[in-house]
C-alpha cells in the first residue's frame, strides 16, 4: 500500500549540490522512519541517511561517507522527505532509493528491514 517517488536526479559537477525528493504516498510521517540508500553499478547498496518518525525533525543518522556533506529533512504537511546532497563527488555517482519502515518513537537506524521502496533517481556527478 505505501508508495514512494523518489525525484530530483540529474547530472551534476563535482562541488555542485542536488536536492532529492522523495515523495510519500499511504505513509504517515508520523509513524514511518525513512531511509535513503544508494547503489552504484558493480557495488552494494549502501546506507545513506534516515530520518526518524515524528511530527518535527528529530534523529537522524548519516553514513561515513556523506556526513557533513549531506542534510536530510522532511516537510510532514508535504508528505516528503529531502536529501540536501552538497559537495557532491564521482563517488556520489548512484541511484538513489528511499525506503519507509513502520517504526514510531525510536531512532531510525539503517539495519532494520525496510519493506517500502521507491523505484529510486540517477545521480551522476562528472569530475
Known amino acids: 500500500q505505501p508508495q514512494l517517488v523518489e525525484s530530483g536526479g540529474g547530472l551534476v559537477q563535482a562541488g555542485g549540490s542536488l536536492r532529492l525528493s522523495c515523495a510519500a504516498s499511504?505513509?504517515?510521517?508520523?509513524?514511518?522512519?525513512i531511509g535513503w540508500f544508494r547503489q552504484a553499478p558493480g557495488k552494494e547498496r549502501e546506507a545513506v541517511s534516515c530520518i526518524s518518525a515524528g511530527a518535527s525533525g528529530g534523529s537522524v543518522s548519516y553514513g561515513h561517507s556523506v556526513k557533513g556533506r549531506f542534510t536530510i529533512s522532511k516537510d510532514n504537511s508535504k508528505d516528503t522527505v529531502y536529501l540536501q546532497m552538497n559537495s557532491l563527488m564521482s563517488e556520489d555517482t548512484a541511484v538513489y532509493y528511499c525506503?519507509?519502515?513502520?517504526?514510531?518513537?525510536?531512532?531510525?537506524?539503517?539495519?532494520?528491514?525496510?519493506?517500502?521502496w521507491g523505484r529510486g533517481t540517477q545521480v551522476t556527478v562528472s569530475s
Open positions: 499511504r505513509v504517515n510521517l508520523d509513524y514511518y522512519a
Open positions: 525506503a519507509a519502515v513502520y517504526r514510531p518513537n525510536i531512532p531510525c537506524v539503517f539495519s532494520v528491514n525496510y519493506p517500502n
